[in-house]
């Protein structure tokens, strides 16, 4: 499992659109801030605003959608080149395989979803001044939460890759999914009393609670970090599942 | 330890209602080099994914380093070079690049295996250039260098000669007869240029639609190939009634084109000119020849002999 994972690291460290993410992500943390410094005049806004309204706020789409793009580059296109196939017939268990892949991959969507949340903050501190930063229990619990949420997004990505063959493919039903999913789920939720537990315990609902969590109570903490480590291995163990199943063609 | 490197029993494969593998009772002798033939579309490719993992059969069964399942059959693979349906390669990366990622996977310590797999295929001073700039037959080579990561036991190469120009498919003969005599590395190749298989391969297995019609050595196969006169003459029909009565033989065949295929005489074709010669025959042409894998391969599979 060393190896693999050893593998699938040396190759997303030379992705190129993992490292097209990562610097137009890091560029998007230094310039944003910017024109709102550039506009403030006397009435710039306190860290820990920025950090909770545009920040946070911007980050729900940011480790929904920006990942899948990594997704279908450095997962899907394995197929097309046909390194999938020296892969699988490398004398490795598949399952070590899917979950190599996955955990490298859950590192690059948590590394590209960390960005605006670390480096955002430190520019914005920077220009509008550190008198007033985000609480540190505050800021920190958001920042583990958002990579929860990134790996659990990841697994979900993973799975969908692993099915498609083809990045284009990937890419575009990831974004798709991830643009349009919560209006279906609430009608489902709302249609189908059944599924209303089940769409409000899910990531897709969650994540938007993460800029909430100073106030949740224990139980609704516990089911926060709970739900989005139970996703990630529903669907590792699905993604493995078919990937150990799956013709490689 | 058995001598046989992969041995497959009644392997079949069967995608919707066509049989890609059909009942498939195969042997590689280790050291040797096997010469996979068939067309395209006859199972070839299907059948070498099945023994690399990449597929699952439908029935039978098969051995690889006499492992036949699980863990241990999953584990052998490690001991295996492979080049299938074209070089697995990453386009954004160097050659070096490539094969440091392909060591990883097969966790093959060290990189000195590298530099050295890179002169084995003549690519040492690609530098940086990246795979996606580079020619087929660099590619090519790339994918033949990556197989040889780690010294495998058994080289599985599907069609590894495609794009090569004349030079490069000679430089991968000569490489690959050199990995199997120096380094006693067992080979199957495929590939449709039956004219290089057969000046490299010790063994043949021919595959038609799915089904394993023969398999046999280079030795049976040149026994096999038969030997004939051709003969070009001024005058058919009286060359055909000379060999009749003066040689006594009708192991002959008249070609379309108005030659004739001597199949009786063939260590004495002195003889036969002489005789054709005294008859008052002009010869035109005179010729001892044997038939080639192609020929035997299309005879074997119905394509020219009732043609």
């Known amino acids: ?249 | 330890m058995s001598d046989y490197i992969l041995k497959t029993n009644q392997l079949s494969k069967k995608y919707k209602n066509k049989m890609a593998v059909d009942k498939v009772s195969m042997s590689i002798k280790s050291g040797s080099i096997y010469g996979f033939i068939g067309q395209n579309g006859a199972g070839k490719s299907t059948l070498i994914r099945l023994i690399t993992g990449l597929a699952y059969p439908t029935d039978g069964t098969f051995e690889l380093f006499e492992k036949k399942s699980g863990q241990e059959l999953i584990a052998t693979r490690k001991r295996i070079g492979t080049i299938i349906e074209g070089p697995a390669l990453y386009p954004q990366m160097t050659a070096v690049e490539n094969l440091e990622a392909h060591r990883l996977l097969k966790g093959i310590p060290g990189k000195e295996g590298i530099i050295k797999t890179l002169e084995i295929v003549n690519l040492q001073d690609t530098g940086r250039i990246k795979v996606k700039n580079f020619s087929l037959g660099m590619k090519q080579r790339l994918g033949l260098a990556i197989a040889l990561l780690g010294d495998p036991e058994f080289l599985i190469l599907d069609e590894p000669i495609n794009g090569l120009d004349p030079m490069g498919v000679v430089e991968i003969r000569e490489l690959l007869k050199k990995l199997n005599h120096e380094y006693g590395i067992t080979i199957l190749i495929s590939s449709h240029i039956l004219s290089e298989l057969h000046l490299l391969a010790t063994h043949y297995g021919i595959i038609h639609n799915g089904e394993l019609i023969e398999q046999l050595s280079a030795k049976e196969l040149n026994e096999k190939c038969q030997l004939y006169i051709h003969i070009k003459v001024d005058d058919l029909n009286k060359a055909t009634a000379v060999i009749e009565t003066q040689l006594a033989t009708r192991a002959f065949e008249v070609m379309p084109d108005g030659t004739l295929k001597l199949f009786a005489f063939t260590d004495t074709p002195g003889k036969v000119s002489k005789i054709l010669t005294d008859a008052g025959l002009i010869i035109e042409e005179f010729m001892p020849m044997g038939e080639d894998l192609e020929t035997y391969f299309s005879h074997l599979i119905g394509g020219v002999k009732n043609g």
Do not use: C
């Not at chain 1, 008198?131 to 958001?142: I, N, R």
């Not at chain 1, 692993?162 to 919560?182: E, P, V």
């Open chain 1, 1 to 249: 499992m060393g190896n693999l994972i050893k593998t699938e690291w040396y190759k997303l460290k030379k992705d190129r659109s993992f490292r097209f993410l990562t610097l137009m992500l890091l560029a998007l943390s230094v310039l944003f801030p910017l024109i709102e410094f550039d506009n403030g005049g006397p009435n710039l806004p306190l860290v820990k605003d920025y950090y909770l309204e545009s920040i946070l706020a911007t980050h729900n789409n940011i480790v929904k959608l920006i990942p899948s793009i990594l997704a279908g580059f450095y997962i899907s296109a394995e197929y097309a080149m046909g390194t999938m196939k020296s892969i699988a017939s490398s004398g490795n268990n598949r399952i070590k395989i899917y979950f190599a892949k996955l955990i490298v991959f859950s590192i690059g969507t948590v590394i590209i979803s960390l960005i605006l949340p670390i480096f955002m903050t430190g520019t914005s501190a920077i220009y509008f001044g550190f008198e007033e930063l985000p609480a540190w229990s505050f800021y920190f619990g958001t920042i583990g939460l958002i990579v929860l949420y990134g790996a659990a997004f990841a697994s979900i990505m993973a799975f969908f890759s692993i099915i498609f063959t083809d990045s284009g493919k990937t890419i575009g039903f990831l974004l798709m999914f991830f643009i349009f999913i919560d209006w279906p789920l609430q009608v489902l939720a709302a249609k189908v009393p059944i599924f209303e537990p089940v769409v409000n315990h899910s990531v897709f609902k969650l994540i938007y609670d993460i800029s909430i969590v100073s106030s949740l109570g224990g139980s609704e903490l516990f089911k926060l970090v709970l739900v989005p480590i139970v996703t990630f291995f529903v669907f590792g163990i699905l993604g493995s599942f078919i990937y150990l199943r799956k013709e490689i063609k």
